[in-house]
């Protein structure tokens, strides 16, 4: 077919293959397969693919815990993305991380991070190993609002500034910190001022719309491959709750619906004004991310000695099992 | 006595400190309109108002340094950060700053603060949401560390913490939150010191937090057979050990179970200790049962693998008093 060449269409089908894998993740808890509850919905973020669409094969990135879209949008597969939520051994991290580390270094992916902030400075390394090796590569830190109250993040932004690295920090602002609305956690909220003040090129696009993201972080994203570095805040609404067993009490249902309507799929829907391939897009990416379902939820759950691989390099000796240092305490004393 | 639940006594405890004395603030994440991520502040914001009641915005860092701020000039705040983990955060607040400020200002500011905090496994939250750090907060001196494992103990301690000169590091365990039990009117030890929650003569088993519940668990699976003492240490540091160190000199035998990583852990500080002072009434070495030397592991199959439970403890307490081995020993 000819859509795939489409940018706009194929970037209203990977925001598509976002939201109905999200809509899985939320069927996998319902079902009981997830590992926990602590699983971050992207629905209403989706338009992140904006940006996500400047970056090439070899940039890497980090994100934060909700970031299972972004990784989507870099090419991960969502059968090994589902496994891995559920805790299976055939999961990207073998079943180790879960829906808040996912990782994939071949994709570039250095790693989603539970700690907020935690993975923002990564990306100033990662600019170093571009710099001094000349690859190319740029590196983009992905992470919500509420980083925007993390000192590391004033601390990277100043280093990648000050180095003038190929690196992009990208606020995902959905207006909330778990219950917090963002205009309760910052003093003032003018996030691009605050990157501009390091001295990074700052943009905040309006993530209603994926088409505006994409030429609104361009300028932004070729200048980090020039080393100067960028900073883009994504304005979004996060459709539900912060996690899964969150059904956010502190906003009104006024004010959900008006953030919902700022969806960045029924917008791409009316730019793009062809129900027929659409539609298509739609049932392809179904049927995708129900076998991706299914091939998850089949997959077996990871051994149990497996816990003690991957603590260390695989060169070197794994720890022992408490099991066998009980074993041979007490065989001693026979 | 009405029953209530973990969550509810530590509440409790927040509200009639709060009720008593209005230098009493808190301050964290989500505590205020959220009610705070488990709950246990659900409805102090409208009790005590915003000025008390202190929602920050997610600067752990800066939470616990504000903390200090406010102690040393005459609040006494109960500041919390949402998970024990977010302590690779804070521990320059915590132990170079909090910890020190008495000692190295010659005694003249002491920081009267709580942090409390949550940690431990059992809800699938992966590698960065479900340590148990407490070995950190005992090998700082300056620092007191209790851990509740009882309804009661939740409020008693966390209202003796809040009396404290000294900053006291407060973790619960967050698969107690809904345990139910009753608040006794008195504290069932007095503060710093263990309580004894089963009487014994074969075994000592020391142990804190969630782990006193398995341990129960198989203290009474093995009786009449093995007749187990446990000791609840209830406050980790400084580490009252005169009730231990009686009842291991009694049975002559001591198991120590937690929950925490067990190379460098407060196990391993209670099996010196015993070994030290009671190594002429041993008739076996202290043994450390804790959890695996690894990351917690998402996987809710590698997640429960990972620590103790009770058939573990009923396992090594048996193979340690009657030599008889489990399966996976021989
Ligand atoms: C250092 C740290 N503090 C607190 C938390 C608990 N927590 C997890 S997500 C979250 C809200 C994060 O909000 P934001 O950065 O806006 O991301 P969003 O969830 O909205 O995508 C909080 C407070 C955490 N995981 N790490
Ligand atoms: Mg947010």
Redo the contacts with the bound molecule.
Sequence with gaps: MTLANDAPLSRYRTMRRIRTFEERVGELFLKGESAGSML?L?IG?EAVVGLTDHMKTGDTFTT???GHGIFLARGADPMRMLAEIAGREAGYCRGKGGSMHIADRGLGHLGAN?????GIPHIVGAGITARNTANQAISVAF??????S?GILYEAMNMAALWKLPVVFCC???????G?R?DRSAGKQAFPARAEAFGLNAVRADGADVETVHNDTQAVMEGARDGHPGFVEIDAY?FHG??RMDKSPYRTPEEEAAGRDRDPLIMARTTLDDEAALNTIDAEVTEEMDAAMAGAIAAPVPATDTMFQDVYDPTTPAPQPQRARLASVLEELN | MTKTTYRDALRKALLDAMAEDENVILMG??VGLYGG?YGVTKGLLDHFGANRVIDTP?S?PGIVGAAIGAAMTGLRPVAE???V??AG?VMDQLANQAAKSRYMFGGQIGVPMVLRTQGGTGRSAAA??SQSLEAWMMHTPGLRLAMPATVSDAYHLLRDAMRQPDPVVFIEHKGLYTLKGEISPDPDAPWGQPAIRRDGRDLTIATYSRMLHETLTAAAALAPEVEVEVIDLRCLNPLDDTVLMESVRRTGRCLIVTEAVTTGSVASEIAARVTEQCFDWLEEPPLRLGGEDIPIPVSPALERASIPDAMLIEEVARWLVTREAPSWAA
Aim: charge should be negative; charged fraction near 20%.
């Design positions: 971050h992207s973020e934060h815990h909700r539970a700690i907020v902030g935690g992470f919500g609002d509420g980083a925007m993390q995902i602002n959905n207006q909330y910190g778990m917090t963002v996060r912060h996690a | 994440e989500e991520a997610i752990e950060i949402m998970y983990d977010f955060m960065q949401h």
